[in-house]
């Protein structure tokens, strides 16, 4: 049941805001009858709301995305050190968590006018491109690592970005250690044109959680000013990780 909701909220999207039954028959490969049923048991919990026939998210979506933003104790914890971090680095901040194969920034601080992104807080993300990628990437445990990798070369959708990080899994492995050597990745351009960003790894325990990344104009970076990005961005995710481990406990 579970799964085939999830099935279901997947259909949205940013050029997607309405779905059919039809929509639902072929997602779930169902019949009209059980896709009826299916909707009217999201639309009766607030997940879907009716709209001319068709469906759109429901209200309780919103709700919980207010709990999230407000109440959730990673977010939370992250806060102020984002904050001080944006200040300290001159540009925007932001906190990348993943879910099954979906990267999501959940939070983001600027320390003045914003810097515009693509993928802001909430669309999902590239899962082999990006500084927010490598890192989650290197510090994942190798089975669930090569299987993702594997699955993605099967993927039209991903195959060209796991290619463009390791030709093979001996390559693709080879340059996640080293960016797990490092502690930390730096992405040129690789979301946005005339971006840079600078991510280190936030840790659950000793189970990758997510990122926090720096993101920065390139035309204002300089070799120096990355080094020491990396390591602002580098001690402020070891806060972070010892934060969310004191959470953990309490």
């Not at 997607?16 to 039809?22: E, F, K, N, P, Q």
């Not at 919103?62 to 300290?88: F, H, K, W």
């Not at 807080?121 to 491109?129: D, E, N, S, V, Y």
């Amino acid at each position: 049941m579970i799964r085939r909701v999830s099935a279901i909220l997947r259909l949205f999207g940013p050029d997607r805001a309405l779905i059919s039954v039809d929509d639902i028959v072929q997602a779930l490969d169902i019949s009209p009858a059980s896709a009826y049923r299916y909707a009217a048991d999201m639309v009766e919990a607030g997940l879907l709301s009716r709209l001319s026939g068709r469906y759109r998210l429901g209200m309780k979506i919103i709700e919980l995305e207010y709990l999230i933003s407000t109440g959730d104790p990673i977010i939370a914890a992250a806060s102020d050190l984002m904050a001080e971090l944006a200040q300290a680095a001159g540009g925007d901040v932001l906190l990348c968590n993943m879910y099954d194969q979906t990267l999501v920034n959940v939070a983001h601080v600027s320390a003045g006018k914003p810097i515009v992104l693509h993928y802001s807080k909430g669309l999902p993300m590239p899962l082999f491109r990006g500084s927010q990628a490598h890192v989650v990437l290197a510090f994942m445990e190798r089975r669930r690592l090569k299987r993702l990798y594997e699955a993605a070369l099967e993927n039209p959708a991903r195959r060209h970005d796991a290619l463009d990080m390791g030709a093979d899994w001996t390559e693709f492995s080879r340059k996640l250690r080293q960016v797990r050597k490092q502690g930390h990745y730096i992405s040129r351009g690789e979301l946005d044109p005339g971006i840079t960003g600078v991510a280190a790894p936030v840790f659950s325990d000793d189970e990758i959680l997510g990122s926090l990344v720096i993101v920065h104009d390139q035309a204002d970076m300089a070799k120096a000013d990355e080094a020491e990005l990396a390591r602002l961005t580098m001690a402020a995710a070891q806060r972070l990780s010892d934060r969310v481990r004191g959470v953990a406990v309490t």
